[in-house]
């Protein structure tokens, strides 16, 4: 059984633990509070932006751009959103788990084939661990979300897919929903889908019927509406980016604050647990100590 003095350093170590999570969770919602208002802010402009586009398609209306053609996959790039810091529960590890499967299911192809963009320092050293070269240092824009650097990152990959270096473009990021729940979600970028957005716009629309007005999309468009959704893809796509790393970047704090939380009461268990333990050795103590004078006096 361990003496009273280690019990009591004990003690006094998981204290200034419990000080310590206790002080990260209340940063992690601080910061998390700032990220959902920027995610909520976020959303209602995608979802228009989205609008907008299938407003303009009708069910005749064909669309010839560089970034809605599929073909063969020969060559994919994975763009993987994690955090820079760790101490946030299993929110790098479940993405880790989910790049090896997405790795796996490519395992036909050469190396060379998948490129991957890893958003954040974790996913990066893993990505180096795992024997590829990361197409880029992005620990930034993890911390700290930029449209810039959103666009940049977009750029680059519209780029790269028009030039067929790339047949598809893959992302792999933790949607967020709410503090407690946040969805590991894959999901491809390129090429776009536009009967996949209508759909999911649609859905929207009836699950959120009463925030939605209802008015009659009949446009006169010029030059054409083709032309208008192949100008309008870009910057659906440049959006996509900037929300994906909002979302990743609100779910990191969201699991951060769980964990310490966790943290913090597991804490105050422990710390329950051998103050029991301490009281009952010095209890223990003291009857022995009582128990040696009542012996000697009776000698």
């Known amino acids: 059984m361990a003496s009273l003095k280690e019990v009591k350093n004990r003690i006094n170590s998981v204290k200034s633990t419990r000080q310590i999570t206790s002080a990260m969770k209340m940063v992690a919602s601080a910061k998390l509070h700032k990220a959902q208002d920027r995610v909520l802010g976020m959303y209602p402009y995608q979802q228009k932006l989205n609008e ?22 020969t060559r994919v790039a994975i763009v993987v959103f994690s955090s820079n810091s760790s101490l946030c529960g299993a929110f790098n590890l479940n ?19 998948i490129q991957i963009y890893p958003v954040g320092k974790k996913v990066e050293e893993t990505v180096r661990k795992m024997g590829y070269t990361p197409q880029g240092s992005y620990q930034t824009m ?15 990959l519209m780029k790269e897919f028009a030039a067929k270096h790339y047949d ?12 407690g729940t946040q969805v590991l979600t894959r999901e491809e970028f390129l090429p776009i889908d536009l009967k996949k957005i209508a ?5 929207n629309i009836a699950e959120n019927v009463k925030n939605f007005p209802t008015y009659n999309a009949d446009y006169i468009i010029e030059p054409s509406a083709e032309e208008l959704i192949v100008a309008l893809l870009p910057k659906v796509l440049c959006q996509k980016i900037f929300t994906v790393l909002q979302d990743s970047n609100a779910s990191e704090h969201a699991a951060r604050t769980i964990a310490m939380q966790t943290a913090t009461d597991n804490a105050n268990e422990l710390i329950q647990d051998l103050t029991k333990q301490y009281n009952k050795g010095r209890q223990q103590a003291i009857t022995n100590e009582l128990l040696d004078i009542i012996g000697g006096s009776l000698k």
């Open 95 to 113: 993405v880790t788990k989910m790049l090896e499967r997405t790795l796996d299911e490519y395992k036909l192809l050469k190396k060379e084939d």
């Open 142 to 156: 993890a911390d700290k979300p930029s449209y810039t650097e959103a666009y940049l990152l977009a750029e680059t």
């Open 199 to 203: 759909e999911e716009v649609r859905k």
């Open 168 to 179: 598809r473009v893959e992302l792999i990021y933790h949607h967020f929903k709410s503090m």
């Open 52 to 73: 907008i586009l299938i407003n303009f398609m009708g069910n005749d209306l064909s669309v010839r751009s560089p970034y809605t053609e599929a073909r063969p996959v």
